[in-house]
């Protein structure tokens, strides 16, 4: 695309942002920048360097409505290189579920990012069953509860577009 060549030097003037000493809502802000750079490239080579922003921050609780960039960024990843999030799938799933499971998610988050991360976490449990057990603390248990819970959701707001 034609970010790819800007990309390091952007993410160059993002990194004094990304810092611990930085306020946690400018720190979102830039991690969910890093979030769109991804998702609009999301086979950059630089990947390496910018997924481990956006994984290793979830979820973001400074700015929470950055969490749907967040979300889609991973989401776009998924799509086209799935194995390159391995390294992160526990982050991820504790960050969706965390995210998912906040009483401000439908306000933060648009519904392609609360769908797919509902159906990322439930593929994830299906495909990889004993990792997700094993690596996750209780966040595959809570991602299920979570993931009823927005199905739930789902479902009362199609029966509600059906009825009008």
């Known amino acids: 695309t034609t970010m790819q060549p800007y990309i390091a030097q952007v993410l160059t003037g993002l990194e004094p942002l990304l810092g611990e000493e930085e306020e946690e809502e400018t720190k979102d802000n830039a991690v969910g920048a890093v979030a769109r750079i991804i998702q609009s490239c999301p086979t950059s080579p630089q990947l390496p360097q910018l997924l481990p922003v956006v994984c290793e921050n979830l979820p973001l609780s400074g700015d929470e409505a950055e969490n749907d960039a967040a979300i889609m960024a991973v989401l776009a990843v998924y799509a086209v290189s799935p194995q ?6 526990g982050k991820i799933v504790e960050g969706f579920t965390a995210v998912l499971a906040s009483d401000d998610a439908p306000k933060n988050l648009q519904p392609p990012a609360i769908q797919g991360a509902v ?5 994830l449990r299906r495909d990889f069953p004993e990792p997700m057990a094993a690596g996750g603390g209780d ?3 809570r991602a299920a509860g979570v993931v009823v819970k927005q199905c739930a959701g789902f479902m009362m707001s199609f029966e509600h577009v059906k009825r009008s």
């Open 84 to 89: 390159a999030l391995n390294p992160f799938l």
């Open 119 to 123: 159906q990322l976490i439930a593929a």
């Open 139 to 141: 966040a595959p248990s």
